[in-house]
C-alpha cells in the first residue's frame, strides 16, 4: 500500500485537495472497466438560449437515499448503488470522513465530450458542500477560474485513479470546467461524490 500524499491547492476562497494516486493504475483500469460495462449511461438534452442540445458527455446517477438531483434544468432519478460504486465510496469516504448519499458519473468519450464553467452550488448539497471526485480512464485537464478575481485561475491534470476533494467555501467561489480538446483522448470516467440534503 502506498502512502496517499495530498496536494492542498492553497487558492484563496477554497479548500482543495488532490491526491494523485488515490487508486494504483490496476485498480484503476478494473474499475473502469467494470462500469464501462456495467453503468446504463445516458444522454440528456439542455437549454442554452432557447435552443436544445445533447449535452456533450454521457451521465448516471447512483444513490442510497431515492433522492433526484436537478442542474442545468436537469432532473436525473437515480439508480440504486452497485456493489462497485459502493466500493469505491467506501474507500473514498475512509479518506475523506464524509458519508456520500449520491454519485453522479460522467463518461467522457472523446476530446469532444466536456463540461462547461459551473459551481456545484444546488441547493439540494447545502450550504458548503464536499464534493469527491474520482477520475478513471483517460487523464484530462481540470480548470479553475475564481467567480470574482478574473486573474485567479488553475489548471490541474487529473491522472487515472486520482482524487480531487472540494469542500468548504470553494463552491461560492469558484468555477470549474472539463474543457474539449484537440488532441485524441480516450474515455474517462468521472465520479462525483456528494450528500444530497
Excluded at 473514498?92 to 452550488?121: A, I
Aim: proline share 4%; charged share 25%.
Amino acid at each position: 500500500m502506498f502512502e496517499l500524499k495530498p496536494n492542498n491547492l492553497a487558492l484563496p476562497d477554497s479548500d482543495i485537495i488532490y491526491y494523485e494516486e488515490f487508486l494504483n493504475s490496476t485498480e484503476s483500469n478494473q474499475f473502469f472497466q467494470k462500469l464501462m460495462e456495467d453503468v446504463p449511461w445516458q444522454q440528456d438534452y439542455i437549454k442554452v438560449f432557447g435552443k436544445v442540445y445533447a449535452q456533450p458527455r454521457l451521465t448516471a446517477l447512483y444513490a442510497n437515499n431515492g433522492k433526484p438531483y436537478s442542474y442545468s434544468n436537469i432532473t436525473m432519478h437515480p439508480n440504486v448503488f452497485s456493489n462497485v460504486i459502493c466500493t469505491l465510496k467506501q474507500k473514498v469516504e475512509d479518506l475523506v470522513n464524509t458519508e456520500f448519499t449520491t454519485c453522479l458519473l460522467n463518461l467522457y468519450r472523446n476530446g469532444k465530450d466536456s463540461n462547461g464553467w459551473h459551481s456545484d452550488n444546488e441547493k439540494e448539497l447545502g450550504l458548503n458542500p464536499v464534493i469527491a471526485s474520482l477520475s478513471l480512464g483517460e487523464e484530462r485537464f481540470f480548470h479553475l477560474r475564481h467567480i470574482k478575481d478574473k486573474t485567479l485561475k488553475r489548471k490541474i491534470l487529473l491522472k487515472n485513479g486520482s482524487l480531487l476533494l472540494m469542500k468548504g467555501v470553494t463552491q461560492h467561489y469558484w468555477q470549474h470546467r472539463i474543457a474539449k480538446t484537440a488532441k485524441p483522448v480516450s474515455e474517462r470516467i468521472n465520479l462525483t461524490f456528494r450528500v444530497i440534503k
